[in-house]
T-cell receptor, first 114, second 113 residues
Framework: AQTVTQSQPEMSVQEAETVTLSCTYD???????LFWYKQPPSRQMILVIR??????QNATENRFSVNFQKAAKSFSLKISDSQLGDAAMYFC???????????FGAGTILRVKS | NAGVTQTPKFQVLKTGQSMTLQCAQD?????MSWYRQDPGMGLRLIHY???????DQGEVPNGYNVSRSTTEDFPLRLLSAAPSQTSVYFC????????????FGNGTRLTVT
């Protein structure tokens, strides 16, 4: 069974500082993708970043980047220059063997202090 | 561009009642799915569909039915609501393939009393 583990139920960061959210996963696949989603209080699910397992380079989207360690099956999200609008629940997700069937971690609540 | 439209946003049911959560997408996505979100458990897959006329069970299918008569629509039916089905429900769609992200509706908060 595919599993995704987010070991930090809650994290806090000071505005303008950097925070890293952890995620580990389990898979028997060799070619796969990993995703981070953001869920603000509005409940909307927003795609933050996507990483392909075959790519050596870590994905980056503006202030968001990942640290992808394939051998360790680790996929952490780094948020630089944190802003108040980054406060949300963050979910790590990994597709199951059938492609689209995303398996989600339990989520990490990120609080941003001004 | 509407994306994934999910209705209603909120619903309160009594135990034993039935209802249908509606989901429609206008992106011509082959794949559609329903998740439920519960505190501390992330999102769990209820049912999914890879195309019109094809549906399959996810991780937590008991108590729910789905059908996919068109590419656009994927309703979720609660046959006899139970308090354990109190949750937030999300419909999501995407193109086929492991590289494609899912696009989500805005969710339905369901309370069963």
């Amino acid at each position: 069974a595919q599993t995704v583990t987010q070991s930090q139920p809650e994290m806090s960061v000071q505005e303008a500082e950097t925070v890293t959210l952890s995620c580990t996963y389990d898979t028997s696949e060799s070619d796969y993708y990993l995703f981070w989603y953001k869920q603000p209080p509005s409940r909307q699910m927003i795609l933050v970043i996507r990483q392909e397992a075959y790519k050596q380079q870590n994905a980056t989207e503006n202030r968001f980047s990942v640290n992808f360690q394939k051998a360790a099956k680790s996929f952490s999200l780094k948020i630089s220059d944190s802003q108040l609008g980054d406060a949300a629940m963050y979910f790590c997700a990994h597709p199951g063997q059938d492609g689209n069937k995303l398996v989600f971690g339990a989520g990490t609540i990120l609080r941003v202090k001004s | 561009n509407a994306g994934v439209t999910q209705t209603p946003k909120f619903q309160v049911l009594k135990t034993g009642q039935s209802m249908t959560l509606q989901c429609a997408q206008d992106m011509n996505h082959e794949y559609m799915s329903w998740y439920r979100q519960d505190p501390g458990m992330g999102l769990r897959l209820i049912h999914y569909s890879v195309g019109a006329g094809i549906t399959d069970q996810g991780e937590v299918p008991n108590g729910y039915n789905v059908s996919r008569s068109t590419t656009e629509d994927f309703p979720l039916r609660l046959l006899s609501a139970a308090p354990s089905q109190t949750s937030v429900y999300f419909c999501a769609s995407g193109r086929q393939g492991k590289s494609s992200p899912l696009h989500f509706g805005n969710g339905t908060r369901l309370t069963v009393t």
